[in-house]
């Protein structure tokens, strides 16, 4: 599959191909731009496709896996009130999730974040402030970003998580330098929920059902109100059929 860096060094080459034949045979100089807005558009698409694996290596399911395990994620909490009523929900089905947590929402509510330790479900790094310019961050500022999450949560609970969602699912190569560094696992996801864009909640349901496939890992988010209804007919739906949710280290044979 088609990389960062392959990419890169084929539009370099095609681009001083070009200039060769500019220059000796009177070809007009735009063609030169040809490579270049290919390499910007492979870019572009990359970033925002994680499992492309265009900067880093990333986990978006386990396609290997035969029996009916897929993993329930939840972004962007702690949240105060939803992010309990979520693992009360769990603790009924007698299910694990992974909860990606952002680290100036586990600031405000530490004793949440200790509570989804506490019922056993697994927690991962999203980001210290997920803010919505965060992926032109530099290097180090990714670096302080996962690091400063990472102690907080190591803080809390006495671990420090292994797995990394990058905010807005976007990864550059500056996170993947970041990465390399702190050595995280990088979790996307193959069954996004769009449950932050679309309001009916059954549609959100269907959509999620439509996509349940054996390995794949589900994105929801514990900081919307809606979220409660559709995880309850989810996990109805997932008994029914003989599915079991796990946290995503089960998934991926972590543990």
Known sequence: MLNFKTITITTSSAT????????LFSISWFWISAPITLWLLATIIGSFSM???FFLTSFTS???????????????GPHPEFTY??????????????????????KSNPEVLKEISARGHSI????YSHGNFIDFSSVSKWLEEIQKTDAIIKELTNDTPSLFRPPFGVTTPNIAKAIKETEHRVIGWSNRSFDTALKNKDLVLKRIIKHLSPGGIILLHDTQPNTLYILE????????????AVTVNELLNEI
């Open 16 to 23: 001083l191909v070009i200039v060769a034949c500019c220059m």
């Open 124 to 127: 991962g790094n999203h980001s």
């Open 233 to 244: 007919r989810l996990l109805l739906h997932l008994k029914q059929h003989q599915f079991e």
């Open 85 to 106: 009523s979520i693992l009360d929900l769990l603790d009924r089905f007698h299910t694990k999730a992974t909860f990606f947590c952002i680290g100036k929402h586990i």
């Open 62 to 76: 386990n396609k290997s896996l035969t029996s009916n395990k897929i993993a329930i994620t939840f972004d962007d």
């Open 51 to 53: 499992p492309c694996n």
